[in-house]
């Protein structure tokens, strides 16, 4: 695919149509990014990631909160719906860190810290993520997300491929028809109003497995304890009222990225548990073949935050990707 055919494409998903099937599809993860429980959690020793300072840029107009956690190969992370700053694990983000990447998260424009108008058309969302990376002098950076942030990932590699070196998709959804939409439960989930540790267990790991439910609460007490620093919920009621109330099919209608995956060089690592009731894994083993760049990798008895029931592992199988994969 040309560069004037990935800018058209550029064109293409700013369609009003298009963006309205987008927004309406990414937002089945409306609970994706749940407010603080009202019980205080256990303190625990404060993590690189969990003290990390929050920064700023000026771009467009608009002032972009992010914190960077390590140094060397730049990865920046787009958050799942209704993510901000201080909802990633603090586990996972220091075992990347540990790795020797300098991970980057932000807020999107409008939510959290930063200023701008709030919105979930993905091109605006792309436009966050490239102005950041401009604005921090990134270079050949590895362009990764979760869920919600997959799609933003995905559609960044197709319109600005050349500037990526790799792309780290977890827990997303690939463009076009699925072979296996998300469970009703997950929506139903979803449409509760207080986050539970419950909650989170049955929507993010695998509630049937005693060593899942385990990693969930620990994941719930670092992200939820009061050392671990998070930007202002999104709001509930503006969310929510932007979700289906039944799993669509596609989640990610865009046939300008499927095209356009089908044909990059960039090499993509896609992770995910094996119980994930909002993006089930068979979605991307359907792709075998089709995507030449893309490698699977399948959590046991993990659910959509397969990442935070195996920090360390997670970590470890995205640098070895970067480092053993490369633009062909």
Same mark, same amino acid.
């Given at each position: 695919m040309s560069q004037d055919e990935l800018h058209a494409n550029e064109t293409s998903i700013a369609d009003p149509a298009r963006?309205? +099937? #987008?927004?309406?599809? +990414?937002?089945? #993860?409306?609970?994706?990014?749940?407010?603080?429980?009202?019980? /205080?959690?256990?303190?625990?020793?404060?993590?690189?990631? /969990?003290?990390?300072?929050?920064?700023?840029? !000026?771009? *467009? $107009?608009?002032?972009?909160?992010y914190r960077s956690v390590g140094e060397g190969t730049p990865i920046v992370l787009a958050h799942r719906f209704r993510g901000v700053l201080g909802l990633w694990d603090p586990a996972f983000i220091d075992a990347l860190a540990a790795q020797g990447f300098q991970v980057v998260t932000f807020d999107h424009s409008g939510f959290g810290l930063s200023t701008g108008t709030k919105s979930y058309d993905p091109a605006s969302l792309v436009k966050d993520t490239k102005d950041l990376v401009d604005a921090l002098g990134l270079k050949d950076v590895v362009i990764g997300g979760w869920s919600f942030g997959a799609i933003v990932a995905q559609i960044y590699v197709a319109m600005l491929g050349p500037t990526v070196s790799h792309a780290v998709l977890i827990a997303g959804t690939?463009? *076009?028809?699925?072979?296996?939409? *998300?469970?009703?439960?997950?929506?139903?989930?979803?449409?509760?109003?207080?986050?539970?540790?419950?909650?989170?267990?049955?929507?993010?790991? =695998?509630?049937?497995?005693? *060593?899942?439910? +385990?990693?969930?609460?620990?994941?719930?007490?670092?992200?939820?304890?009061?050392? =671990?620093?998070?930007?202002?919920?999104?709001?509930?009621?503006? +969310?929510?009222?932007?979700?289906?109330?039944?799993?669509? =099919?596609?989640?990610?209608?865009? !046939?300008?990225?499927?095209? /356009? #995956?089908?044909?990059?060089?960039?090499?993509? #690592?896609?992770? =995910? $548990?094996d119980r994930d009731i909002s993006f089930p894994v068979e979605n991307w083993y359907a792709l075998n073949g089709k995507f030449p760049t893309l490698q699977v990798v399948t959590y046991p008895r993990a659910g959509h935050a397969a990442h935070f029931q195996y920090p360390e592992r997670a970590a470890s199988d995205i640098a070895a990707f970067v480092k053993n994969t490369k633009k062909t």
């Open positions: 963006r309205n +099937a #987008l927004i309406a599809g +990414a937002a089945t #993860l409306t609970a994706l990014s749940l407010p603080a429980p009202a019980l /205080a959690q256990t303190q625990k020793p404060v993590s690189a990631s /969990a003290a990390a300072e929050t920064r700023f840029v !000026e771009a *467009g $107009g608009r002032r972009l909160a690939p463009p *076009g028809p699925l072979v296996k939409p *998300g469970q009703q439960r997950f929506y139903d989930l979803a449409a509760q109003d207080e986050a539970t540790l419950e909650q989170y267990t049955d929507m993010f790991f =695998n509630p049937d497995d005693p *060593g899942s439910r +385990a990693a969930s609460k620990r994941s719930f007490d670092r992200i939820f304890s009061s050392a =671990n620093k998070r930007s202002p919920d999104i709001p509930a009621d503006w +969310a929510i009222a932007q979700a289906p109330r039944t799993p669509p =099919n596609p989640v990610f209608p865009s !046939e300008d990225v499927l095209k /356009a #995956l089908q044909h990059t060089d960039v090499p993509i #690592l896609h992770l =995910n $548990g």
